[in-house]
T-cell receptor, first 109, second 116 residues
């Protein structure tokens, strides 16, 4: 079974510091990878997906097939980035997503 | 953008009763909807995958007779928690995939169930 690993349950940084939320996946083929974000008292929403190779709210994520990673990065964290971040993957022909356990990002003023 | 609604947003019921939660895709057709359970400060636990017009596929450990899922149309899926017990108290979230769209999911706002 496919696995998505987010090793950090909690990440705490100060405003303006760089942020990297780690995500590793187990599927060896060509998965679809996503980052979802859940702000306090809001629904989960898509932040970005690897196929679009875009930057959303200053966040980027690069797929590294050699390391089977899809880490989420932002050079300068803002207080409004504080939220739960979930990495998700769909593998091969399966459209059923696998979610990581989530990383809570707290950005202090 | 695609919107998914859930109703009710919160419900309190007595132990032994049944509760139905609705999940609707408002502006797109969803052949596939997913039901999740989220515990406080924990990740999403996929309960089942619901396909329009067919039986739901339940994840291991999820009792299908307790959590009844019906996906009668391309815009509506329902989750019924039967004979609810206090341990069923949780946050239930549905999501949907746009039939003609990419693999991303659109999430509902969730339903808080409290069983007393």
């Amino acid at each position: 079974a496919q696995r998505v690993t987010q090793p950090e349950k909690l990440l705490s940084v100060f405003k303006g510091a760089p942020v990297e939320l780690k995500c590793n996946y187990s599927y060896s083929g060509s998965p679809e990878l996503f980052w979802y974000v859940q702000y306090s008292r809001q629904r989960l929403q898509l932040l970005l997906r690897h196929i679009s190779r875009e930057s959303i709210k200053g966040f980027t994520a690069d797929l590294n097939k050699g390391e089977t990673s899809f880490h989420l990065k932002k050079p300068f964290a803002q207080e409004e980035d504080s939220a739960m971040y979930y990495c998700a993957s769909t593998s091969g022909g399966s459209y059923i997503p696998t979610f990581g356990r989530g990383t809570s990002l707290i950005v202090h003023p | 953008g695609a919107v998914v609604s859930q109703h009710p947003s919160w419900v309190i019921c007595k132990s032994g009763t049944s509760v139905k939660i609705e999940c609707r895709s408002l502006d797109f057709q969803a052949t596939t909807m997913f039901w999740y359970r989220q515990f406080p400060k924990q990740s999403l636990m996929l309960m089942a995958t619901s396909n329009e017009g067919s039986k739901a596929t339940y994840e291991q450990g999820v009792e299908k007779d307790k959590f009844l899922i019906n996906h009668a149309s391309l815009t509506l899926s329902t989750l019924t928690v039967t004979s609810a017990h206090p341990e069923d108290s949780s946050f239930y979230i549905c999501s949907a995939r746009d039939r003609g769209g990419p693999l991303e999911q659109y999430f509902g706002p969730g339903t808080r169930l409290t069983v007393t």
